[in-house]
């Protein structure tokens, strides 16, 4: 499957998703959405692909919403045809995705980056949501998900004043989960995703499934679908695998049952 602004690889139970527009910085344009949904819904029913890793160039994971390509928009287009919503589809992608961010990964960029599960981090990556400079704000769960990943007083500085933060930053603020040197981003990440696609897939799904009620309930509702999760696994053949396998001190063998 080729793709016109997606470059695809596998490596054993990992998909590598490299955006790829290098003369527009990655900007998201309804191509990207499209190519990127299609190619989502593939790798999710590949029961051979356990994990996802995402990235961009070197320069950029991705400048942001196509600006030229939303320029002429007017409200009522906006609203009626539900502009940007096929994204949506990306944040509900069951399988582990990780962001690999080099250079910037700005607005969109920066709301696509945090729609995956965690965030690998380049030393030269930038993050912000300058919409603001443009006289929109985030669309894409800029305002919800850096809130929540930041805290309201640096998800305020940053949308209001639409400065970059840079990787440093990003990571003490809680946004990334690894530092890297550049050369080594995109090797982490997938070395990060092929750990997890080794893993029985019922109990990755649930450990993201678990994770992400914290982002949507109250603490008691998010403790409670936790426990029925956790309960659920004592149902999957690989939890009695990997518990044998412990006790009998040799190394599980998952078959995502
Ligand atoms: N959209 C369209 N084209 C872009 C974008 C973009 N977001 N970003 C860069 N480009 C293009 C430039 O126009 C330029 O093209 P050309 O050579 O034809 O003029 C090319 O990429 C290279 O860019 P620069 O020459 O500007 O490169 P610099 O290294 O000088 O600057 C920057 C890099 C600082 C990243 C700069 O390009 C920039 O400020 N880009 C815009 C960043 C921005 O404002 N992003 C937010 C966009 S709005 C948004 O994301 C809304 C989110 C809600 C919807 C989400 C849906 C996906």
Known sequence: MSFETLLTERRDRVAIITLNRPQALNALNST?????RQLLGELEADAGIGAVVLTGSEKAFAAGADIKEMQSLDFVDAYTG??????????GFRKP???A?????????CELAMMCDFIIASKTAKFGQPEITLGIIPGMGGSQRLTRAVGK????????????????EAESAGLVARLVE????????VEAATKIAA??????????????RAFEQTLTEGLRSERRLFHALFATEDQKEGMAAFVEKRKPVFRNR
């Open 32 to 36: 990207v959405m499209r190519e990127l």
């Open 82 to 91: 539900g502009f940007i919503g096929g994204w949506d589809e990306v944040a």
């Open 97 to 99: 995705i990780i962001a």
């Open 101 to 109: 961010v080099s250079g910037f990964a700005l607005g969109g960029g």
């Open 153 to 168: 007083a640096k998800a305020m500085d940053l949308c209001l004043t639409g400065r970059m933060m840079d990787a440093v």
């Open 182 to 189: 550049p050369e080594r981003l995109l090797d982490e990440a």
């Open 199 to 212: 893993f029985s897939l019922p109990s990755v799904l649930m450990a993201k499934e678990a994770v992400n």
